[in-house]
């Protein structure tokens, strides 16, 4: 009897779209930080976090924000692609997951999951290997996070309000991630920001507000 195959879970390749900071995260005006380098720290902090995954073979950033570049400029494993005359979150992913390919499972991640551990990020991996396309909401439960597709798969998303129902709707599967999984939280407010900063914030986002709060 033939054994059964095991999914590859690894060489993955993660889309981080990121806007321009100097337009990024305008609903953060009233934390009492300066909000142009609080959207650059979040998105690094996502950023280092996705290339930290073991999981993870590849990061490409869509982003015209040239402190982006200039971060990840020597990196080996993260890539940034200029977004462009590209207008919108899905055109910039689609624009990424086109310089990925389709050779190797593909994932979009938004920019701005600041509190994201690697390991987590990897539990997500792992069980979409098994899925065509899969799916983590934000921590509302109507958002999504991540959305991911294997090898082979036509690329297709729909981030923005209530993403999450239009990706099953693309045929994403909500994949049985952790409810605490860092994964979940997003930050577009200072609320969700705070919650973030109770899970853990990354180095970058924890120095940004903690020099605000000196």
Same mark, same amino acid.
């Given at each position: 009897?033939?054994?059964?195959?095991?999914?590859?879970?690894?060489?993955?390749?993660? @889309?981080?779209?990121?806007?321009?900071?100097? @337009?990024?995260?305008?609903?953060?005006?009233?934390?009492?930080?300066?909000? &142009?380098?609080?959207?650059?720290?979040?998105?690094?902090?996502?950023?280092?976090?996705?290339?930290? $995954?073991?999981?993870?073979?590849? @990061?490409? /950033? @869509?982003?015209?924000?040239?402190?982006?570049?200039?971060?990840?400029?020597?990196?080996?494993?993260?890539?940034?692609?200029? &977004?462009?005359?590209?207008?919108?979150?899905?055109?910039?992913?689609?624009?990424?997951?086109? /310089?990925?390919?389709?050779?190797?499972?593909?994932?979009?991640?938004?920019?701005?999951?600041?509190?994201?551990? *690697?390991?987590?990020?990897?539990?997500?991996?792992?069980?979409?290997?098994?899925?065509?396309?899969?799916?983590?909401?934000?921590? &509302?439960?109507?958002?999504?996070?991540?959305?991911?597709?294997?090898?082979?798969? /036509?690329?297709?998303?729909?981030?923005? *309000?209530?993403?999450?129902?239009?990706?099953?709707?693309?045929?994403?599967?909500?994949?049985?991630?952790?409810?605490?999984?860092?994964?979940?939280?997003?930050?577009?407010?200072?609320?969700?920001?705070?919650?973030? /900063?109770?899970?853990?914030?990354?180095?970058?986002? $924890?120095?940004?507000?903690?020099?605000a709060a000196a």
């Amino acid at each position: 009897m033939e054994a059964m195959s095991t999914p590859d879970t690894s060489g993955w390749t993660i @889309v981080v779209p990121v806007k321009p900071a100097a @337009v990024g995260k305008t609903r953060l005006t009233d934390v009492g930080t300066d909000r &142009e380098a609080l959207a650059r720290a979040i998105a690094l902090d996502t950023i280092t976090a996705a290339a930290a $995954a073991d999981l993870v073979s590849r @990061v490409i /950033v @869509v982003t015209d924000d040239e402190g982006v570049r200039a971060e990840f400029r020597r990196s080996r494993t993260v890539e940034v692609v200029p &977004e462009g005359d590209t207008r919108g979150l899905d055109a910039a992913i689609a624009l990424g997951a086109a /310089v990925a390919g389709v050779g190797s499972p593909r994932a979009a991640l938004l920019g701005d999951v600041p509190a994201l551990r *690697p390991a987590d990020l990897d539990a997500a991996l792992e069980r979409a290997a098994s899925v065509e396309r899969g799916l983590v909401t934000d921590a &509302e439960g109507t958002g999504s996070t991540l959305i991911t597709a294997r090898a082979g798969a /036509v690329w297709v998303s729909a981030f923005g *309000p209530d993403s999450a129902a239009r990706h099953r709707l693309l045929g994403c599967t909500d994949l049985s991630v952790a409810r605490d999984s860092t994964l979940h939280r997003d930050v577009d407010t200072a609320a969700q920001l705070s919650e973030a /900063v109770a899970l853990g914030v990354g180095p970058r986002t $924890a120095a940004v507000l903690a020099a605000a709060a000196a």
